[in-house]
């Protein structure tokens, strides 16, 4: 199912997209709110996608709100095993590019190891965790199922002296991994899974990116990132909406260690520069970001990426922002498809199209045009001396005189785009024709006398120019139906251009049924190469220039690969939906 919302359906961005989040937050304002700290807590266990963004562009604009407000940068990295400096790198770089910036406050959850280890300790002694010495599937077959409840363990009544003892052994290194657990000791009997003694920390023999070797035991998600919110005096701790069921285990952490109250379990943080106050956030839910024709699961992305399947977690076919930016998708696009989308609780599809909307929409305003011919036909103009050399001026944007224009050098030997004619149109084919006229943009009518062919392909049209109809000529306004782009093939430069199609071919790509994968999805036509000849002026641009080629579509030059030597050109969207005619 795919739900299309009113404001982006209509095409305009609604500046006040329904989101209640920004409503709740503006209501405690309102009635005297005076701190605010969000946060946006990546694991760094990949790249980011389209999905972050619309966390991140959520937490950083609301912070906004309030003078003094801030959003903390929170690395989420308490699960050792897939984590990399690699990611922590490529997250602040995506995070600055969608425009913000965290100041002062990057934090890891490692930095709270000893904190959170300390908080652990005073769980136990307040009888509200036990060290369990049960194997981990034990444990998990005494938690129950939703139709049966769970059983206590026979562990679960130590005395506070024995679970101190074995939580310290655990912290020693004296046991295997998964050979004891410490759990907190909440209600075997709930309703809610989650509050089954679930699991704060457990024992992995495993080296951490921060920390090293430093720590064997590790403090489970659940645990960490409500005690992190906690310690960072975040107010308002936004998560999708599948954190429901844990809101409640989040609450009883924050309850029973109560920070706010007992600022002792932070002067270990203090001694090291510490000056946060702690807070008791609220745990706010929303729905997730999903996007049809594309994987966003952090699990699948990895798979494409190890498996070869696109070229890096940087392929401009990945929905990740390294992807979408190589891609030719501008920060502004993302946070149009927020404003579009809003923040609510409903889970539904965003129609990928809305999304290709919000990126026309973003380039157009800001990319100079170009013209550029991927499948050149060569066109000669017969009435014009063949040393004719002239320099045009086209304006670089149609309604924004500021960015200025150029000059596009042109002569009596053109590149065409090959469909731009046709030898036997079909009616309503309004582009050039064996005696038809068109109009060459920012040129005059030309007319075509000559069909040249090699066998049964087209080689050479040759035409001649209605001189009148030239810039201040007598019939500059006479009228044809059709205008078509050009480049001097005594100028243009070649270049390679990345012909960029959606990644999968099935709206819903995670769909397992018939047995198959996201992996026999994949859409074979998702890249093709083309060799292009480009106006000069494109071959000058600067790496990451954003530009209209003009009737074509919208592209970027490769941040990596282009140069003026050897031009390269991604698309990013094309003019028109041309899915929905598919
Ligand atoms: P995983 O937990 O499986 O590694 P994740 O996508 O939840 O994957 P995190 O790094 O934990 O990755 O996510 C960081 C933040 O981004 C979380 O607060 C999460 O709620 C939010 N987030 C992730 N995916 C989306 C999405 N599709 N839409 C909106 N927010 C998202
Ligand atoms: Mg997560």
């Known amino acids: 199912m795919s739900e299309t919302p009113k404001s982006a359906a209509a095409g305009k961005p609604d500046d006040n997209a329904p989101n209640f ?26 790249y980011l996608h389209i999905g972050h963004a619309k966390a991140i562009i959520t937490n950083f604009s609301l912070a906004k709100k309030l003078p003094g407000a801030h959003c903390n940068l929170r690395f989420d990295d308490t699960n050792p095993a897939n984590e990399d400096t690699e990611f922590v790198t490529s997250i602040q770089e995506d995070v600055r590019w969608l425009g913000f910036d965290w100041g002062e406050h990057r934090y890891f959850a490692s930095d709270y190891f000893q904190q959170l280890y300390d908080m652990a300790i005073r769980l136990i002694e307040d009888g509200k965790a036990y060290v369990d010495s049960q194997s981990l599937e034990a444990i998990r077959e005494g938690r129950g199922s939703f139709h049966v409840a769970g059983t206590n363990s026979p562990f679960r009544d130590r005395s ?12 020693a290194g004296e046991f295997a991994d998964g050979a004891r657990t410490l759990r ?93 106050a702690a807070a008791k956030p609220r745990q706010i839910e929303f ?30 076919r990945m929905p990740t922002l390294q992807g979408i930016r190589r891609r030719g998708v501008p920060p502004q696009a993302l946070h149009l498809l927020a404003e579009r989308v809003g923040i609510s609780k409903q889970n539904s599809v965003i129609d990928f199209s ?104 087209v080689v050479e049209l040759r035409c001649t120019l209605d001189l009148d109809t030239r810039p201040g000529g007598a019939a500059v306004d006479r009228k044809v139906k059709g205008t078509i782009h050009w480049v001097s093939a005594l100028h243009a430069v070649a270049a390679e251009v990345r012909l960029y199609d959606r990644l999968f071919k099935v709206a819903d790509p995670d769909d397992e049924s018939e047995g198959k994968t996201y992996r026999d999805h994949l859409n074979p036509d998702s890249i093709r190469t083309v060799q292009a000849w480009v106006e000069p002026a494109l071959a000058a641009s600067a790496p990451e220039t954003h530009v209209q080629f003009e009737r074509l579509g ?17 698309r990013a969207v094309t003019l028109r939906d041309t899915w929905a005619a598919k």
Not at 295 to 314: F, H, T
């Open 21 to 46: 989040v920004d409503e709740l937050v503006q209501a405690e304002i309102d009635a005297g709110r005076t701190r605010l700290v969000t946060r946006f807590p990546p694991e760094p266990n990949g």
């Open 160 to 171: 506070v002296a024995e679970n101190l003892d074995l939580f310290r052994r655990m912290r």
């Open 184 to 276: 907190a000791k909440i209600d075997m009997a709930s309703g809610n899974i989650n509050l089954r003694d679930p699991a704060l920390f457990r024992i992995k023999h495993v080296s951490h990116q921060n920390t090293g070797d430093a720590w064997c035991i590790y403090p489970m998600y659940d645990y960490a990132h409500c005690l992190s919110d906690a310690i960072e005096g975040v107010t308002h701790s936004l998560c999708t909406l599948e954190f429901e069921d844990h809101r409640p285990l989040y609450d009883w952490c924050v309850d029973k260690v109560d920070l706010v109250n007992h600022p002792e379990l932070l002067a270990s943080l203090a001694d090291r520069g510490w000056h946060q």
């Open 287 to 316: 729905s997730r970001l999903n996007i049809n024709y594309t994987v966003m699961s952090k699990r699948k992305l990895l798979a494409l990426v190890s498996e070869k399947l696109v070229a890096g977690w940087d392929d401009p």
């Open 354 to 457: 809305v999304f290709e909307g919000c990126i026309r929409d973003a380039l157009d305003v800001k990319a100079v045009r170009r013209l550029a011919v991927l499948d050149p036909l060569k066109l000669v103009l017969t009435n014009q001396p063949e040393d004719l050399r002239e320099t045009l001026r086209f304006a670089n944007h149609p309604k924004d005189e500021s960015l200025g224009q150029r000059e596009v050098p042109f002569s009596p030997q053109l590149w065409i785009e090959r469909d731009d004619f046709m030898e036997v149109p079909p009616k309503g084919f309004h582009r050039l024709t064996p005696g038809g006229e068109v109009r060459l943009r920012g040129v005059g009518i030309v007319k075509c006398n000559e069909v040249i062919k090699q066998g049964d392909e």
């Open 554 to 570: 919208f592209f970027v030059s490769d941040r990596r690969d282009h140069c003026a030597e050897k031009p390269v050109f991604n």
